[in-house]
C-alpha cells in the first residue's frame, strides 16, 4: 500500500488511497496488563450484574481493590460494546386509544393565499376556564375546535403569515 521508499512522498501516496496521511504514521498504543485485569473484571462483573452501568460498576470495581473512577469504566465499557441492560422508553409506540387524525390536505393542490388557515389550541388553565391558542401562520377556512371562540377571537386579528 504505502511505499515509504517511493519517489512519492508518503503526503501525497495518502490521498490516493483515500487516507489522511496523519493515519499512515499513527502507530497504535497497546493496551497495558491493567486495563486488560480491569477489563476482564468488568466483563465478570457485566455477567453476574447485567443491569449495572458504569456508576454502579465503579463502586463495585472499588469494592474489589480496583482505584478507578467513573470515566476509566466507562471507556473500557464501550471498548468491549458493554452497556447497561434496563428497560426503555417505549416513546416510538402510541397509546392504543390515542385517536389518529385524518390528514385533510392530502391530494390538495394549495396554490394561492388564504386557501388553507392552521390554528392549534395549546393549553387549558382549569380553574379561570381560560385557554391560549397558537396564532395560524396561514388562514384558515374552517376552525376544529372545542374552545373555536378562543381561537375566532385571535384569528379575526391581523396576522402575518411565519412560523408558528
Known amino acids: 500500500m504505502i511505499d515509504r521508499d517511493h519517489v512519492l512522498p508518503v503526503r501525497r501516496q495518502a490521498p490516493l488511497l483515500d487516507l489522511s496521511h496523519s493515519a499512515v504514521y499513527y502507530r497504535a498504543v497497546p493496551i497495558s496488563d ?8 468488568i466483563d465478570e462483573l457485566h455477567l453476574e450484574h447485567p443491569f449495572a452501568g ?10 474489589d481493590g480496583f482505584s478507578v473512577g467513573r470515566s476509566h ?10 452497556e447497561a441492560i434496563y428497560r426503555r422508553p417505549r416513546t416510538s409506540q ?29 393549553q387549558t388553565l382549569p380553574k379561570r376556564k381560560l385557554g ?14 372545542a374552545d373555536s371562540q378562543i381561537q375566532l377571537r385571535h384569528i379575526r386579528r391581523p396576522t402575518t403569515c411565519g412560523p408558528l
Open 34 to 41: 491493567d486495563d486488560l485485569a480491569l477489563m476482564r473484571r
Open 94 to 122: 402510541p397509546h392504543p386509544d390515542h385517536r389518529v387524525f385524518p390528514y385533510l390536505l392530502r391530494g390538495q393542490v394549495i396554490d394561492r393565499p388564504n386557501q388553507v388557515w392552521a390554528g392549534s389550541y395549546i
Open 73 to 82: 469504566v466507562r471507556t473500557p465499557m464501550r471498548r468491549m460494546g458493554i
Open 54 to 63: 458504569s456508576r454502579m460498576l465503579k463502586r463495585l470495581l472499588r469494592a
Open 132 to 145: 391560549r391558542a397558537k396564532l395560524p401562520q396561514c388562514q384558515s377556512r374552517e376552525v376544529n375546535s
